[in-house]
């Protein structure tokens, strides 16, 4: 194998999760621009539709829908191909100090950042979707690993991804599977719509190599999901522009 | 061609160290197949030819240095040009239980692991030879959180080495020079099997849940963290261990 083939998705099958917007979009486009065919999933079918279009290659494909409805979830999962890479990045955020947090509140952070990629990753697997040397990655964050103030909810559904991958990396070893985590720091997209200000006057200085874009952590997908990662598992890597202080 | 790739190395021109055998050599080899010029050094100056002969493209060379010689280091640095990226890959193992621990044991690991990838990166800096937007990558290991036993001095000089590097790159961040470390489990390379003595090499690639983990494979790891795709990678460790260290506290 070529060197550059390494770092390549050619003949590869990928299914990326909160594909219309932010990191998952642009992992889905990348993905694509280094050969894979993609499979694009999230809620917003028009949205989807767009990135769809904005895809190099063929055979790419977008199915609409709420992975935290079950239903909907198994339905997915009996009408996909079998894949040779899943990103999980839908997720939402989750800000609230611990003294006020609502159980509610609580609960659904953890539904979609937490139960809807276990549960479609155990579906996934049960019903042999994912090839022998396949891998899974998921989306955590800098706040898996970090304290800030009022981002416990967040925090604690991001490091739970963290702490499930690593008996999943074990039990799929045998099948030459890899299981591995990205902690992004903090990337401008839709996701921080509602702070978007404060961060780029506030936060923004803190970042030695400042805010990052998107692309940058499609591109560390793209590592962890190509042959090039083939004996990295359970791991979890830190892409932030090398922020101290969060 | 490569040059498309976000992970092509085109244009570059990357230093290693401990190139003439292992993990160095390996990562030579890739970084010339993804478009590298290279600049090889180690103590071995027949090694380091046979690595040059080897590798596909042009422009590369070789520039013998003794890691174990300080004084050595600064001359050495003066008369190189200036690189894109640097991969410190030299390095020694040995297995040495704690109570037969002597003071030579330590400074010996500690300058080769160490010592040696300090001074030069300092010397680097200080002459100006790490362009804007460079990457360091230094190979460090597992082993500077997992220790077996009768690794303890081995396991510190990598955990010196990693912790060192995240503090480099707080300081080389304004010039966009991005540092970062390469944490391997255990490799199947010369090193290793000269490490072996009472457990064979493939007892050790069975602790790997992926199997066998070859110097390219970590060769691989290198390259992204040395090309443009990883830009907004610094101060973090990338863990190569096929699972290895996944069920140690």
């Known amino acids: 194998m070529e060197a550059l083939d390494l770092f390549r998705l050619d003949g590869k099958t990928v299914l990326v999760t909160g594909a219309s917007s932010g990191i998952g979009q642009s992992i889905a486009e990348a993905c694509a621009e280094v050969g894979a065919r993609v499979v694009l999933h999230g809620r917003n079918e028009q949205r989807l539709g767009q990135v769809l279009k904005s895809l190099q290659g063929e055979g790419h494909g977008v199915i609409a829908g709420d992975l935290n409805d079950f239903d909907h979830l198994f339905a997915l999962v009996d009408q996909l191909p079998e894949l040779d890479g899943v990103v999980h990045c839908a997720g939402i955020d989750g800000v609230a100090p611990m003294r006020m947090v609502q159980p509610q509140m609580l609960e659904n952070v953890f539904r979609i950042n937490y139960m809807a990629p276990m549960v479609l990753t155990q579906r996934l697997l049960q019903r042999k979707k994912i090839r022998a040397h396949g891998a899974i990655l998921f989306m955590s964050s800098i706040a898996a690993k970090t304290g800030k103030v009022g981002v416990g909810p967040y925090s604690g559904s991001k490091a739970a991804l963290l702490g499930t991958m690593r008996p999943l990396a074990l039990e799929v070893a045998k099948h030459g599977m890899r299981v591995n985590a990205l902690c992004p720091g903090i990337v401008l997209t839709p996701l921080f719509d509602g702070f978007k200000e404060h961060i780029q006057q506030d936060v923004a200085p803190s970042y030695p190599l400042g805010l990052g874009e998107p692309q940058d952590v499609a591109y560390a997908a793209v590592f962890f999901l190509a042959d090039a990662s083939r004996k990295i598992t359970g791991t979890d890597f830190s892409i932030d522009g090398g922020v101290p202080f969060t | ?249």
Request: hydrophobic share 45%; charged share 20%.
């Open chain 2, 1 to 249: 061609m490569t040059g498309t790739s976000p992970f092509s190395l085109e244009g570059k021109t990357i230093l290693v160290t401990g190139a003439s055998s292992g993990i160095g050599r390996s990562c030579a080899q890739m970084i010339s197949a993804m478009g590298g010029r290279l600049i090889l050094t180690a103590r071995n100056e027949s090694r380091l030819q046979e690595t040059l002969t080897q590798l596909p493209g042009e422009g590369h060379s070789i520039s013998p240095l003794d890691l174990l010689d300080n004084p050595a280091i600064e001359p050495w640095v003066e008369q190189l040009t200036a690189v894109d990226g640097v991969v410190h890959a030299a390095g020694v193992a040995k297995v040495v239980p704690f109570r037969m621990t002597t003071e030579s044991h330590v400074d010996e690991l500690m300058q080769v692991n160490f010592k040696a990838p300090v001074l030069l990166t300092q010397a680097m800096l200080r002459m100006k030879k790490i362009r804007p937007n460079a990457s360091l990558v230094f190979i460090t290991a597992v082993a500077d959180h997992i220790a077996p036993a009768g690794t303890a001095v081995y396991a510190a000089s990598k955990a010196a080495l990693n912790a060192a590097v995240r503090s480099l790159a707080l300081e080389t961040a304004k010039h966009k020079i991005r540092a970062n470390s390469v944490s391997p489990g255990y490799v199947d390379t010369p090193m290793l099997e000269r490490l072996v003595s009472t457990t064979s090499v493939d007892e050790l690639q069975k602790l790997s849940h992926l199997g066998e983990i070859q110097p390219d494979d970590v060769a691989a790891s290198v390259v992204y963290l040395l090309s443009d795709a990883a830009r907004w990678v610094t101060r973090a460790c990338l863990v190569i261990d096929g699972g290895l260290s996944v069920p140690v506290r």
